[in-house]
């Protein structure tokens, strides 16, 4: 069975950590969680790292919450995903999200949480709170509007799939491409 989180050091000081469930569209699952703790601090506590990239494989960054694991772990799963995103909100390292594909929910909350985002032009954005009958997560209803009224408006109250170029405009101070 291949491992769901990657690590590597992709040039000297820059730690990768990839998601790698390219069969789930690296949807995260308790597993996964814990492995991108575990990975993150590993990156934090080696003074040869300056610099943490996320990422994901098979042309998608994550389809969010597996939502089968997360409904069968109870609370669990709500707690195990909050912990991995206070991991990236309070890394002393600078954390650089890279896009491919799709980022669905947490997929999406997460790069509120990193330090910078590249997209790919093919990115897309989805928070599909809405439609799943859920609160938007990990403050993501405080975090969008600082970032962009309008992407914070269409994307948490119509749950709207996003395009690149479409988050570009609205992440324009936070979305590098």
Known sequence: MPEIILTQTVAP????????????KNALDRASYLGLIEAFAAAETDPQIRAIV?????????????????????G????????????????????????????????????????????GAGATFRMPFV??????????????????????TEAKHFGERLRSDEAQAAFAAFLKR
């Open 13 to 24: 000081g820059v730690s990768q950590i990839t998601m790698n469930r390219p069969e789930r």
């Open 54 to 74: 996320i990422t994901g494989t098979g042309g998608c960054f994550t389809s969010g919450n597996d939502i089968r694991d997360f409904a069968a772990s109870g």
């Open 76 to 119: 669990d799963g709500a707690r195990i995903a909050m912990d991995f995103l206070h991991t990236i909100s309070t890394a002393t390292k600078p954390v650089v999200a890279a896009i491919e594909g799709f980022a669905v929910g947490i997929g999406t909350t997460m790069l509120l949480h990193c330090d910078l985002a590249y997209a």
């Open 131 to 152: 439609a799943l009958g859920l609160s938007p997560e990990g403050a993501s209803s405080y975090l969008l509007p600082l970032v962009a009224e309008t992407l914070s």
